[in-house]
């Protein structure tokens, strides 16, 4: 683990007094404290580029929040080294490189963490919650916070927690038609860690992987498609291996979040401090909405960039009877998380209770009721 950074100031410099006209010597005789500014370098990271939009979001929210933030206060300002697309660490390595001080801050992508971090994975564990962005993260922000066994996750491993990431709502991208449920029984399909389990009811055989593996593994036969987001297959270019969409709407999921080293954090300034703090809320806030926009967008970019491949981009929802017969079909879930994690002496019962009443205290119905099951 590293400590934190010495600081740097840029202070005035100091002349011979024999050279300095009347002016100059006025203002260097000035108070150095009324005009230094304390710098503070920061190595800020990513396992994936920022053209994915939960990254692209720290060059493009954060780092410029927190930038404005400082510059009102006056007294200090951060010095960026910024490491996107795994220039530092992996995808598998996300949560120990912000631990061990690989980078200062960065995403951990905390559902492929599942015995390190239990607890997030909650959403993974019951899909058909919701399909909004915006009101998982707003949900999940406050759980962090608020769930002292759930904030302990991050802080037991020297992360401090700045705002959370989510997807947008999952579907099926294949590299063959699918017309029912029947087509996906016995096919391989990619799904990033624990979300396998969402391919049950429908008899199709998961195959662990990432964003970053995913058009490969298509391509060379070991998957023939993926359990995967618009916003993050768009990108990727999944639809030139996967050109079938079947829009199943298969709910958002808790993703992980932008953290900050402990050790860094805790040799900080404290309005350094509640900079970053308040440009993680904006930072989620903006990503959120972005989301929201962006699903339908990146399908409609999807067909538009496919359109003259050998076999077109295909985009058709599931038909309402086989969605529900999948719903029908799922395997009691969060029943299972929770008596592995109760055994483990975690509170998940009561954390998966505050979840779904978190939902409907915002004014939303989960589609599957987990906690009354």
């Not at 190595?43 to 404005?68: D, L, R, Y």
């Not at 449920?181 to 990619?190: K, N, P, Q, T, V």
């Not at 962006?294 to 076999?311: H, I, K, N, P």
Request: aromatic share 8%; proline share 6%.
């Amino acid at each position: 683990m590293t400590h934190p950074k010495h600081n740097t100031i840029k202070s005035s410099t100091v002349f011979p007094l024999k050279t300095l006209t009347a002016a100059t010597l006025a203002a260097a005789l000035l108070p150095a404290s009324a005009s230094a500014v304390e710098t503070i370098d920061l190595t800020v990271g990513s396992s994936h580029p920022t053209t994915i939009p939960w990254v692209g979001m720290i060059p493009q929210v954060f780092i410029p929040k927190v930038n404005e933030i400082l510059a009102e206060e006056g007294e200090y300002e951060v010095r960026w080294t910024e490491a996107y697309a795994g220039q530092l660490y992996g995808t598998n390595a996300t949560l120990t490189s912000i631990q061990d001080g690989i980078a200062d801050i960065g995403w951990v992508f905390s559902y492929l963490e599942p015995s390190r971090m239990p607890l997030a994975q909650i959403s993974a564990y019951t899909p058909f919650t919701t399909s909004d962005p915006e009101l998982m993260l707003d949900v999940m922000n406050d759980l962090v916070r608020s769930v002292p066994e759930f904030r302990a996750e991050w802080e037991d491993h020297d992360l401090v927690f700045l705002g959370a990431t989510a997807s947008d709502t999952y579907d099926i991208y294949t590299n063959f038609p699918v017309e029912s449920l029947d087509d996906l029984e016995g096919a391989r399909i990619s799904a990033p860690g624990v979300l396998g389990v969402w391919l049950e009811p429908v008899g199709a055989v998961p195959v662990d992987g990432t964003l970053a593996s995913y058009y490969t593994d298509i391509q060379t036969g070991v998957s023939q498609g993926v359990v995967g987001l618009a916003t993050g297959n768009l990108p990727a270019r999944i639809y030139e291996v996967a050109p079938y969409v079947t829009q199943v709407n298969l709910g958002v999921v808790f993703s992980g979040g932008l953290a900050i080293n402990q050790f860094t954090w805790d040799g900080l300034p404290e309005p350094v401090q509640q900079a970053l703090m308040e440009a993680g809320e904006a930072y989620t806030r903006a990503h959120g909405r972005d989301l929201a926009e962006r699903y339908e967008s990146s399908l409609e970019r999807m067909v538009e960039l496919g359109a003259d491949q050998s076999t077109p981009v295909q985009v058709q929802a599931l038909s309402d009877a086989e969605r529900q017969q999948w719903i029908d079909g799922m395997p009691g879930l969060a029943q299972q998380w929770v008596e592995r994690n109760e055994g483990r002496g975690l509170p998940a019962r009561e954390l998966l209770n505050t979840y779904m009443d978190a939902m409907r205290e915002r004014g939303h119905e989960p589609e599957l009721a987990w906690d009354r099951n």
